[in-house]
């Protein structure tokens, strides 16, 4: 295995971050700065359109879509794009300036994959352009939604629409400004299979139907521009076009956003493991305590030591990972999927949260990223699934696989 990035991933890195030092860290007070004024509730940071004509310029755009795309993508392959998330995901915002955000980026995923042509023109062109962004609309208030099969909103058909009816939670990006479209699973057959039931639906944003009931707060945030809010969908009617691949597919479709969407998250939740680890280290040497600094404290060394073995290991299976989906596909990765679901964001939270620890009061409060990435770390961990499900399939697959070896 050859652990040296390609010269073309080289380059790109080198121009990510560049593009970082110049452009987003010099803004990173700024952009929180402004969401975090009630002032600017659902309001999108004016900057961020500026960045997205820079970085667009630059040729750092859609780095996330993978190369069997064809037309639609920079041609790179999972693996080319995991140190590329990284370095974005340090900054955790900055991924929009890429147009590499979620839930944009799954949704790009669906389209290009299983969107017809008239869906692709009118709603994939202006994703990948940057010009408006979207929701995926899955989970429910009324049932354990890390089962899918329980989902309940009905999708109906009724001549030549369908009609929409029930209730969602925990709704990314519905609140922005600038989304415009969702897509939206529900069930079209009731009576079909456990995992035919269900069909994902392209929904406009302004469809007559679709109400907030309420906005969400993640640990005391309303997480603006985007947020997550409440939905409900009472008699919503779209065209029948609007069905994505056709009906009982959809979880055919989830499993193909949901791969990479989850190995996203992991690669973004090491590049912030990696700069808690850095603001840990230079905390470290620059505070005195108790007559030494406390990089000579033997328990300080430790956490250092213990966070970079722990982050390399992260990026080293998050790696294998991304280099087994581009060999063999999603479905025959997803081993090394759930592992990686589990390990990274599990593993950045704990790196956080040691690195607060040596920041002290200075860490719990927001002069440092530190404290944001413990608290989005501890809700990755619920994204994409939460890390039970993932262990529980994970397990069994290994069961079976492991009875079934004769290997002694």
């Known amino acids: 295995m050859n652990f040296e990035y390609s010269a073309k991933v080289v380059d790109l890195l080198n121009r990510v971050e560049a593009f970082m030092e110049e452009h987003v860290y010099p803004q990173e007070q700024a952009y929180y700065d402004f969401v975090n004024d009630q002032n600017n509730l659902w309001q999108e940071w004016p900057v961020m359109e500026e960045l997205k004509v820079k970085a667009r310029a630059q040729g750092l755009w859609n780095l996330f879509l993978p190369h069997e795309y064809g037309a639609f993508s920079p041609g790179l392959s999972n693996l080319e794009y995991a140190p590329l998330a990284e370095a974005m995901g340090r900054v955790p915002w900055s991924s929009q300036v890429f147009n590499c955000s979620a839930p944009d980026t799954g949704n790009m995923e669906v389209l290009a994959k299983f969107g017809s042509p008239a869906q692709q023109e009118q709603w994939l062109k202006p994703l990948l352009n940057g010009e408006i962004r979207s929701a995926y609309v899955m989970t429910e208030p009324q049932v354990a939604s890390s089962d899918a099969t329980n989902l309940e909103l009905s999708i109906i058909p009724d001549g030549d629409e369908y009609v929409i009816n029930g209730r969602k939670w925990w709704i990314?990006?519905?609140?922005?400004?600038?989304?415009?479209?969702?897509?939206?699973?529900?069930?079209?057959?009731?009576?079909?299979?456990?995992?035919?039931?269900?069909?994902?639906?392209?929904?406009?944003?302004?469809?007559?139907?679709?109400?907030?009931?309420?906005?969400?707060?993640?640990?005391?945030?309303?997480?603006?521009?985007?947020?997550?809010?409440?939905?409900?969908?009472?008699?919503?009617?779209?065209?029948?076009?609007?069905?994505?691949?056709?009906?009982?597919?959809?979880?055919?479709?989830?499993?193909?956003?949901?791969?990479?969407?989850?190995?996203?998250?992991?690669?973004?939740?090491?590049?912030?493991?990696?700069?808690?680890?850095?603001?840990?280290?230079?905390?470290?040497?620059?505070?005195?305590?108790?007559?030494?600094?406390?990089?000579?404290?033997?328990?300080?060394?430790?956490?250092?030591?213990?966070?970079?073995?722990?982050?390399?290991?992260?990026?080293?299976?998050?790696?294998?990972?991304?280099?087994?989906?581009?060999?063999?596909?999603?479905?025959?990765?997803?081993?090394?999927?759930?592992?990686?679901?589990?390990?990274?964001?599990?593993?950045?939270?704990?790196?956080?949260?040691?690195?607060?620890?040596?920041?002290?009061?200075?860490?719990?409060?927001?002069?440092?990223?530190?404290?944001y990435f413990f608290t989005l770390n501890r809700y990755v961990r619920i994204t994409d699934g939460p890390e039970e499900v993932h262990m529980s399939q994970l397990g069994k697959q290994k069961i079976a696989e492991y009875v079934a070896s004769n290997r002694r």
Request: glycine share 8%; proline share 4%; net charge positive.
């Open 172 to 371: 990314s990006n519905a609140m922005h400004p600038r989304c415009e479209i969702m897509i939206v699973m529900g069930k079209t057959d009731f009576n079909a299979p456990r995992h035919a039931q269900h069909s994902q639906i392209l929904v406009p944003r302004n469809t007559p139907g679709v109400r907030v009931v309420r906005h969400m707060t993640v640990f005391g945030s309303t997480n603006s521009p985007g947020g997550e809010v409440e939905l409900v969908f009472e008699n919503a009617r779209v065209p029948k076009e609007n069905l994505i691949l056709g009906e009982g597919r959809g979880f055919e479709i989830a499993q193909g956003r949901l791969g990479p969407g989850r190995i996203h998250h992991c690669m973004r939740s090491i590049g912030q493991a990696q700069r808690a680890l850095e603001h840990m280290a230079r905390r470290a040497d620059s505070r005195v305590a108790f007559g030494r600094k406390l990089a000579e404290q033997s328990s300080i060394r430790q956490d250092v030591a213990k966070s970079f073995c722990e982050v390399e290991m992260a990026r080293l299976l998050t790696l294998k990972a991304a280099d087994a989906m581009d060999r063999y596909g999603n479905k025959q990765a997803k081993d090394l999927i759930a592992a990686i679901k589990v390990v990274a964001p599990t593993m950045a939270q704990t790196v956080s949260d040691r690195a607060i620890q040596v920041h002290g009061g200075m860490g719990v409060c927001d002069d440092t990223p530190v404290a």
